[in-house]
């Protein structure tokens, strides 16, 4: 799974690439389609609204900001942050969008060629998985 994850990864960066943003990764879209649905975030919330951890939204945070697509600002409480997007980020979105098509009806081009689509097995999987957790699977083990 995961080496299927970084050829389809490594070839959504390759079109950031092709198109001058070599710095630009795919995980920083679900952030940016985020803010610009809701605007500036606290991470916390940030982290709600994508579905991850709060600590890996705020590492793709930290990469975003030094590649200038973020900027953080003090909230009321000082302890939170809030992300808003810069205006590199916003000249971005043209080709983020045109990237998010492409990539689906890539994903449905692959999905079509599989047995199963590509979702659905992974859907399948993780809950599979909650049922029963891939350490429980293993069992034990003994040299």
Known sequence: MRHVHELMDGAIADVYAEHGLPDYRPRYSPVVHTLVARGPLPIRDLAAAIGVTHSAAS????????GGFVTLEKGADARHRIVHLTERARAALPLIEAERAATERAVREL????????????SEALK????RDFRARIGPVTP
């Open 59 to 66: 590492q793709t945070v930290v990469q975003m900001r030094r």
């Open 111 to 122: 999905d079509a060629e599989l047995p199963v689509p590509l979702e659905q097995l992974l």
């Open 128 to 131: 599979a998985l909650e049922r």
